[in-house]
């Protein structure tokens, strides 16, 4: 054997190996980020969805005088938690329940964890105007109270 086979490494081959792969992982660093928000962001339209697509069936509902309507009431929920907790449905002579949704999904923006899910979306009644959305009587829609912008250029309060 060779004086060179028994030595390893020089100083230089270290060094420029440990460079290597500090500019590989300085690479990587924004495309996980950009992965991870762009989860984030499917999550969130999900969540629209679900929620949006719970508020529209009960307002179905209520057209179709499933639901024990109200003077004045506007068809819509009450809050979120009505979508979960369910409604009498007057035409079933069991007086059973209709139920929306089977949970609120939470804003993936929202940045406390500890609070109910209901409480991580701006709400809007059908009474307030689409550019200065505010809760009210029921709830027309949902958005998200994350002050953040899209990938698409697109403020998340305004999905």
């Known amino acids: 054997m060779s004086a060179r086979a028994l030595r390893g490494f020089t100083l230089i081959e270290l060094v420029v190996t440990v460079a290597i792969v500090a500019v590989l992982a300085s690479a990587a660093m924004p495309l996980a ?4 928000q762009r989860a984030r962001e499917s999550e969130l339209r999900a969540a629209l969805r ?6 529209d069936a009960y307002k179905a509902a209520f057209d179709a ?3 024990e309507r109200e003077a004045g009431a506007s068809g819509y929920p009450p809050d979120l938690a009505a979508l979960v907790k369910g409604v ?6 069991n007086s059973r329940k209709i139920y929306f949704l089977r949970r609120i999904p939470r804003d993936p923006f929202f940045t406390d964890p500890s609070g109910p899910a209901e409480r991580t979306w701006g709400l809007r009644s059908y009474a307030s105007p689409p550019e200065t959305p505010a809760e009210g009587e029921d709830v027309f829609d949902v958005h998200s ?6 990938l698409n250029g ?3 309060r305004e999905w």
């Open 33 to 36: 980020e950009l992965t991870a």
């Open 145 to 150: 109270l994350s002050r953040r912008v899209g």
């Open 88 to 93: 009498p449905d007057i035409t079933d002579p």
């Open 65 to 67: 005088n499933r639901i």
């Open 154 to 156: 697109i403020p998340y």
């Open 50 to 55: 679900a929620i949006r697509g719970g508020i």
